[in-house]
Each structure stands twice: as structure tokens, then as C-alpha cells.
């Protein structure tokens, strides 16, 4: 090894701090000496009693201990030091007839072993591998703290939700249907008596109060989605489409709307919730295609790799795909109440559906020539 090739081994172990315990203290020096050359922090010690005096939490990485000792055996010795720290790894050294020894210290915590007489050649692997070892533990430890803390605080964050949504179903009911009451009244009452623009104002403020009451129920809706657990069962997917489309034909029975239907395979999904995601695909595409003199509304799939695509066209008023971005954030719109109702929810829910099934939505648009709306979703098995 060259000159820069040690020097980068030896700037690599410094940081490793390592207690070393044998009775001869000979060789405890010797070994100590060897070790100190090779970049290593090392303190040693001829006693047990002087070693586990001097473990503390933290200040060792590593403990290398004979096995076989008067005082103590090395066994006994990991035994107390991982009580002292529970982050400190350990190597046993021992003589060939002891080997059988050295398997049962490695099952009572040891790591490694190393045989005597030492080889240089053969303690770095061995040490190296240890720490290696030690510091997966230590990393393993403080990602298993982190998830814990992250549990809690994500437990702690639904509690606040739901409280937040209790909030919202009630505290701001109560004055929504205050307003709502006491506007619809006056309306009742005093219309005929009203000069035009006090009843142009009074009903602007009854159709604000309804598109209010419509976020907060869009709101609660889009919260509760997150914390309700997915129901998953095989669904008939041509049966779902085409009971969505036949309720909406029903509230759009005054239009020439045309709708076409492809095979639709079934897949495994949480009924109301799949149901969902078509209702508000099918009922924008019915929304969005209102102004046009003749509706064409078109539902079909394809297979992917592992997945299954729907997809929901329609020949409507499209959007600028630059803006596509927004498309499946919460109160996101595209168009202006002017243009088209809504409180720019639906597609979020849609989103947020899909993606908690591990599938995939997006979109592609001309503005005035019309949107398709694809939702990926895992292929049922084969064998269902």
C-alpha cells in the first residue's frame, strides 16, 4: 500500500475509540502500541476491574477483551460493559483451544474473536468489521427513535385534524346557517319591498353562503380521506361506470350527450372510494362539455406494465396544459365561478384516492379542445 493509501486508512479509523483488556500486560501494551500506529484511539488495561471503571455511556466505540482472565472472564466482563453502554461493540480474544469459548461469547453479545498470536493482517478486518457493525446498530437505533417520534407526532397531528374538523362541522356551521337563515327570511319577506340592488345583494349573499357551506363539506371530506382505511374488494369497474354515467344523464337529461363506453376491466379497490374518483371524473366532463351544442363523453383503458389505465375524454372546454401543475391541488381552479361552479376540490379527492391505492392520475388538455383525465391503477392478479 502506498504512502497516501496508508495515511487515508489510518485519517479513516481515528475517529474509532477502543479499549483493550488483557492480563498480560505485555501484551496488552504491545497490542495498544500496534493499534495506536494504525490510526486508532486506544486505551488498555491489565485488570477487568480498570476497564469497566473506565467504560461510560459514549466513550468507547469498541471493547477488545481476552477471553480467558483470572479475575473475570471475557465473557462476563461484555456482559457488565453493555449494561454500562449498551452502543459499545465487542471482540474476544483467545488462544486455538479456546475457540468453542469464543463462539459462546459471540452468542452472548461478542461480535468477533481473534486469535492468539496476533496478526496484524488478521485484527483490522475483524476490528473493521465490528465498527462497521456497531455503527449500522447505532444508526438502526436512532431511525427506530426517529419513526417512533415521527409516529407520535403524526398521531398527535390526526388528533388535531379530527378536533379541527369537529371545529369545522359545528363552530362553523352554527353562523353559516345563522347567515343562511336570517338571509333566507328577509328574502321570503321582503322581496317585494326591496329596491333591486338590496335584493341583488341579499341573494349574492345566499348563493356565497351555499358555496361556503359547499368548501366546508368539501373540506371535511377531503380531510377524512387520509385517516379512513381502505376496504379493498374486486370491483366490476364496467358495472361502476355505467351506474355513475346513467345518474348523470339524468340531471343532464335536457342535453345531446353522447357517451361512449369501452371494456373496462375489474380491479381490486375500495368501492366508495374508486366510486368517487369516476363520479368526479364523469361529472366534470359532463360539466366542463355544458356550452357545447353536442356532448361526447368517452370511457375507456388500456393495459400498462402491471397496471391497468382508464381514462375519462371529453371534448369540453379544456384547460392550458402550463397550469396542469395545479390541477390536483386542494382549492386549485382553472376556470372561474363565472365559467363553471365548483370549489376546486374534486380533482384532490380524486388525487389523493388514486395515490393511497399505489396508483397514478394526470391529465392532458388543449384549452377549448376538450381534457382526458388517466387514472393508473395495480392490474388485478391472475389468479383472482
Known amino acids: 500500500m502506498s504512502a497516501t493509501g496508508s495515511n487515508r486508512v489510518a485519517s479513516d479509523r481515528v475517529s474509532a475509540r477502543l479499549v483493550v483488556l488483557d492480563d498480560e500486560a505485555a501484551h496488552m501494551r504491545a497490542l495498544c502500541d500496534t493499534l495506536r500506529e494504525q490510526g486508532y484511539e486506544v486505551s488498555g488495561f491489565a485488570t477487568p476491574g480498570e476497564a469497566l471503571a473506565a467504560v461510560q455511556p459514549g466513550r468507547f466505540d469498541l471493547l477488545l477483551v481476552d477471553l480467558m482472565m483470572p479475575e473475570m472472564d471475557g465473557i462476563s466482563v461484555l456482559k457488565r460493559a453493555a449494561e454500562v453502554d449498551p452502543d459499545i461493540a465487542s471482540v474476544v480474544m483467545t488462544g486455538q483451544g479456546t475457540i468453542e469459548t469464543a463462539v459462546r461469547a459471540m452468542k452472548a453479545g461478542a461480535l468477533d474473536y481473534i486469535l492468539k498470536p496476533f496478526k496484524l493482517s488478521a485484527i483490522l478486518p475483524v476490528l473493521a468489521r465490528a465498527l462497521s457493525i456497531r455503527q449500522l446498530r447505532v444508526e438502526n437505533r436512532e431511525l427506530n427513535r426517529r419513526v417512533r417520534e415521527h409516529a407520535l407526532e403524526l398521531e398527535e397531528a390526526n388528533k388535531e385534524l379530527e378536533s379541527f374538523s369537529y371545529s369545522i362541522s359545528h363552530d362553523l356551521r352554527a353562523p353559516l346557517r345563522a347567515i343562511e337563515g336570517f338571509n333566507g327570511l328577509v328574502l321570503k319577506r321582503f322581496s317585494a319591498e326591496l329596491p333591486p340592488d338590496a335584493l341583488k345583494l341579499l341573494t349574492q349573499v345566499d348563493r356565497n353562503a351555499k358555496r361556503m357551506s359547499q368548501l366546508i363539506d368539501d373540506l371535511l371530506r377531503f380531510s377524512r380521506l387520509g385517516r379512513q382505511p381502505l376496504q379493498k ?152
Open 233 to 384: 374488494q374486486r370491483i366490476d369497474v364496467q358495472k361502476l361506470v355505467n351506474e355513475v354515467v346513467e345518474s348523470l344523464r339524468l340531471e343532464a337529461a335536457q342535453r345531446d350527450v353522447e357517451v361512449r363506453l369501452g371494456e373496462l376491466p375489474a380491479i381490486r379497490a375500495d368501492l366508495p372510494l374508486f366510486r368517487q374518483v369516476f363520479v368526479n371524473l364523469l361529472s366534470n366532463a359532463f360539466k366542463f362539455t355544458r356550452n357545447n351544442s353536442k356532448t361526447i363523453i368517452e370511457v375507456g383503458s388500456r393495459n400498462g406494465a402491471g397496471e391497468v389505465i382508464f381514462f375519462v375524454r371529453d371534448n369540453g372546454a379544456g384547460f392550458d396544459m402550463n397550469y396542469a401543475q395545479k390541477l390536483f391541488k386542494v382549492f386549485q381552479r382553472l376556470h372561474s365561478e363565472d365559467e363553471f361552479e365548483g370549489t376546486g376540490v374534486g380533482l384532490s379527492i380524486a388525487h389523493r384516492i388514486v395515490h393511497r391505492h399505489g396508483g397514478r392520475i394526470w391529465a392532458e388538455s388543449q384549452l377549448n379542445k376538450g381534457a382526458t383525465f388517466y387514472v393508473a391503477m395495480p392490474a388485478e392478479p391472475a389468479h383472482d
